[in-house]
Nanobody, 127 residues
Framework: QVQVVESGGGLVQAGGSLRLSCAAS????????VAWFRQAPGKEREFVAG????????YYADSVKGRFTISRDNGKITVDLQMNSLSLEDTAVYYC????????????????????WGQGTQVTVSS
């Protein structure tokens, strides 16, 4: 079993940037597809961005496309989410999720497809 730990949340003004990081405690993400989800108060958890196990493909929700970038390092130790041009609508708790998969190029958008979740990190965008 893997423990997923997020870091990097905080308070930022609208138009600013934040970088979130996700790490797998005690191991690498090399055999996992990884994604970021978020949940705003009173709303359902929604998919934000994902990256395939081999890191060759990334995919995004329409609401963040062109502003957010998901990436993983060569050693597949962390998966980061660079968030630019943040708006008030991006305020939410952001969760990192990991799925063990033998498929290097498959991607997964559903929250119920992921096996491991972090505790979440708060991102608050102020005006």
């Amino acid at each position: 079993q893997v423990q997923v730990v997020e870091s990097g949340g905080g308070l930022v003004q609208a138009g600013g940037s934040l970088r979130l990081s996700c790490a797998a405690s005690g191991r690498t993400f090399s055999t996992y597809a990884v994604a970021w989800f978020r949940q705003a108060p009173g709303k359902e958890r929604e998919f934000v961005a994902g990256i395939t196990r081999n890191g060759a493909s990334t995919y995004y929700a329409d609401s963040v496309k062109g502003r957010f970038t998901i990436s993983r390092d060569n050693g597949k130790i962390t998966v980061d989410l660079q968030m630019n041009s943040l708006s008030l609508e991006d305020t939410a708790v952001y969760y990192c999720a990991a799925k063990s998969t033998p498929f290097t190029r498959r991607y997964f958008r559903g929250a119920d497809e992921y096996d491991y979740w972090g505790q979440g990190t708060q991102v608050t965008v102020s005006s």
